[in-house]
Structure formats: structure tokens, C-alpha cells
């Protein structure tokens, strides 16, 4: 990460050399146990904030929130000529806001309400819709199943996973947790110890279909699995390894499900494809939407309707009036 201090602003050395200790207290107390996903974001979102105020000679933090809000609304400019989408925007700027309360500076954000509306309305003119997942239904699972070769020890590993992804709607970052011992096959369900919206730390559990136990099997059976990570790394000659695939390799496997190996269908999937269409299967299935949420562990309907919109359009007041 850039150094904070080549571009920060802070005068009272007392008070600089607290926020160099409150940094080494995150990095040792607090990064570690970050959901791996929720850590990457925020240190690349503010290791962008800080290279932006490095190139443009801008003290990125002070213990002058006036200096700080003059930095952050000229880099939240050049945010909203860019390219990205509100929600990345968003994120951008929470993560800055992250970094000032564990540096224990003055935050701009509270103090300034002519620079939380200069946001807030900014905003409203740039789109708020996010590209949605191309979806691995229950109809392209059918045919993805067909394509996995039996006597390969990848494609068992691999059907494995993108059938056990459907039926629970995990994330990827829980699947790759989950182990052995997680599975409980006499009441057809799968534990994760986390979830990105489980903030008491309680975990979560999902479905697993019959179907989704005879893989589990087949590929425990062929890997020699008996405790530990279900998911693991392959070596270059197929040898199981005893890490876990980790999201990248998820992320690169859900990928490849659209290239000529499996469905050739130049459809570009990935971790949340079997999320989005697990969904859109259920809501084409009429299931009531309490069902879904539940499927999908939300906390509210929100999600649930947004995944399911394109399906839900086609049973809306319009259809059959012509």
C-alpha cells in the first residue's frame, strides 16, 4: 500500500503517531479475520484513493476535516467521469470513510453535510443498476451436468461445485469453507460458519439435493477426501492438494463454464451465476417469495425480487391484455 504518510496532512505529531499505531493494530488485530473478499475491496479502493491524491499532490487524511473533504470531493469528481457504476462509487468512498475512523481522524463525512448532499445528489445522475450475474438456471445446470467428463478427477470436482452452489446459493467465499463435517446427509443440508450478512457469526446452512450427495461422493470417493476442505486445489497432474480452491479459483472455475470445454456458449459466468439462477428457477416455479429469501438467506425481499425481475415481468398486470 502507498505510504499513508507521504500523503497525509497531520501537524500535532502526537496525533500522528496515533494513527500510525491505530494502523498497525488493524493490520495486526483486525485484517486477518476480515471476510477475504470485504479485506480485498477495502484495501484496493483505498490504495486507489491514495495513488490518486500521490499523483495529484492532494493530502489524501488530515486532522483538518476541511482539508480532507476538499480532497475527497475532488476525488469523488473524478470518480463520476469515469466509468464505474454507483455502487462502486459507493464502496470507493466507504472504504475511505473505513480508513478515517480507524486512523481516529476527523471525518468529513459527519461533519460536512453540504458534502454529504454534494455526494448524495451527484449520485442520482449516475446509474444505479448493477450488471447482473448471467444466471446458471436450473434448465443450463441440466445441461452444464451433461457435459462434465465422469472419469475426469477436475470436471467431478467441478460438477460438484456448481451443483452444490445451486442447491444451497452459497457465495463463493463459502464454499470454500465448507468441509466435510458440514455436510449433514439426514437432513439434506450444508453449514457455512459465515455469511456476508451474518454479523453475529452464527453461520448459515443451505440445501443439498440427493442429487448433490451421490457427487459428493463420487468426488470424496475419487480424491480419497475423508475430513477437512471438500473443495481443494489440483495440481497440474490432478494430485489433490490439502488447500482450498480460495475464491480466485472458484471465481476462474464458474468462469470457464462458458468456454468450449463445457457449454461453448461464449456466456461469461461467474461466482453468482448459480445464486441469480437458482432464483430465477424458483421464481419460475411460483415459489412463494418467503421460500426464496430463505433459499437465499437474505435478510429482506430485496435481493430475492431483483434476481427473479426479468421472470417476474412476464406474470406482471400487462401480460394477456393484447
Known sequence: MTDLMNVSNISDETVRSQVLANLEEFKHDLLDDMASNTKRAYLS???HYLSFCLKHGLVSMSDDWRVTK???KTYFVSLMVSELKNASIKRK???IKFFIGIAELPD???H????RDFITNK????????????PITAEVLVALNET???HSLLDTRNKLLVNLAFDSLFRASNLAEIEVAHIDREHGSVFASYSKTDQEGQGSYGYISPRTIILLDEWLNASGITEGFIFRTLSPKQTVQQKTMGYQAIYKTFKNFGGARYLDNKISYSCHSTRVGATVSMTEQNRPLIKIIQAGNWKSERMAIRYGQRTNVAKGGMVDII
Open 112 to 115: 460536512s453535510k453540504l458534502l
Open 148 to 150: 462434465f467428463n465422469p
Open 70 to 72: 476538499d480532497t475527497i
Open 108 to 110: 468529513p463525512f459527519k
Open 45 to 47: 479502493d483505498f490504495e
Open 93 to 95: 468512498l466507504s472504504s
Open 123 to 134: 449520485l442520482k445522475k449516475k446509474p444505479a443498476a448493477q450488471t447482473q450475474a448471467n
